[in-house]
């Protein structure tokens, strides 16, 4: 038998390779579909100032890639960002913070992008007061209205703006990340009232990589939180098309698992079965191959949220100029139940002092592993600009 022919099904058995192709309506190629990822080709010919900046913004990191963002482009000359209430993670996100630093490097983008074209942006965060704590209160405010005037400088970062992808593989530990490299990284990282640290020593790496892989396992293992990416996992070129968002997976062996109906949407994966022994290991040797962890940190207010998050991306935008791997690893950050040793852990490691309890507190709003990888890291899909906008 030709092993390059053969895939290796999970439950121990295979597939030949050449009748994977028509199972999965496709190429065997892992590369995301075309279309779902055209937003990196930027802007194209589009005319308008403002849908040109969207465009770039549409690129933002946020959680799950779940792309919550809506804009509102009625008013003459102004730009007002909204949530979309349906696209929430209720269960790893109950408050919506991470959904709302998602909404921050958003909009950091969409300045950067509208300086880019020599516009000013005048940001008013929050114009009608801030959304509520729980995500059942949220109505339909504004998270930022803005306004924009002729005469702006340049950012650097934009031309870093079109190579960000986020790092989901393994590190390279035969490529240790200097201090220097740190302090680079750091040096422009405070931003909005936000502040930010890290780590290259190997005394402070060991704790942080134990507490990364401590608490993925207590969301792996808790079915209502693993629950939230299956169900937003697309597999294969159809899926990944018609949604454009979530967690995408295009290997031709998931694909072949999911044509043959092994792939179970339903239930978090059985402890001992394939699914879980290869999801363990991923986020094991996440934590395990992290050369270093860079956090931010503020107060808690849906304000510092949303700063948190215009902070994060210039950090990963530096990252990137510095060809450097910035993962976010959140699962310590979640503010559900069975989360909150690991949470009041991360804020002792990091700084030193306990949970938050009130807005007001020092809140760790980032906390994210740091490496080289072997190969580039794809670009992600995002939806077609025009699902973004309200016209
Ligand atoms: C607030 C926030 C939290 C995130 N947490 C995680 C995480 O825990 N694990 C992970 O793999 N990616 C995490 N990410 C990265 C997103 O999954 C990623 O930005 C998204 O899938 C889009 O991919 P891209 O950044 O490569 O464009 C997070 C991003 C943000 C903004």
Partial sequence: MDRRKFIRLAGGGAIAAAAIAPIAGCSLSSAYPREAVEAWDGPGAEADPRKRAVAYAITAPNPHNLQPWVVDLREPQVITLYTDP????????????????????????????????????????????????????????????????????????????????????????????????????????????????????????????????????VELLTPRTVMESVRLTRVGPSEILKHRDGISINTPMIRAVDAVGLFDRKNPPAEGSEAYKTMMARFQGHSRTAMGFVW????????????????????????????????????????????????????????????????????????????????????????????????
């Fill in 296 to 391: 931010l940190a503020g107060g808690n207010s849906r304000r510092d949220q949303v700063n948190a998050g215009r902070a994060y991306v210039r950090l990963q935008l530096t990252a990137t100029g510095l060809g450097l791997g910035v993962h976010p690893m959140s699962q310590a950050l979640q503010e559900f139940p069975e989360m909150a040793p690991h949470y009041a852990r991360a804020h002792q490691l990091m700084l030193n002092k306990p949970a938050p309890k009130t807005a007001a507190d020092d809140t760790v709003q980032m906390f994210c592993r740091l490496g080289y990888t072997a190969a580039p890291a794809p670009a992600t899909p995002r939806r077609p600009l025009l699902a973004f906008v309200r016209a």
């Fill in 86 to 217: 349906e696209r929430v993670l209720p269960h790893t996100d109950p408050f919506g913070r991470q959904l709302l630093i998602g909404h921050g490097a958003f909009l950091e983008l969409l300045v950067i992008a509208l300086a880019e074209q020599g516009l000013a942006a005048d940001v008013a965060v929050w114009p009608q007061g801030e959304l509520g704590a729980k995500l059942k209160d949220w109505d339909r405010r504004p998270i930022a209205r803005i306004a924009l005037q002729p005469g702006a400088a340049r950012d650097p970062l934009f031309a870093q703006v079109l190579n960000r992808h986020t790092p989901k593989t393994d590190f390279d530990i035969t490529r240790p990340v200097s201090a220097d490299t740190l302090r680079a990284l750091l040096a422009g990282a405070g931003h909005h009232g936000i502040q930010a640290g890290g780590t290259v020593d190997k005394t402070g790496l060991e704790p942080l990589r134990d507490l990364c892989w401590q608490s993925a396992q």
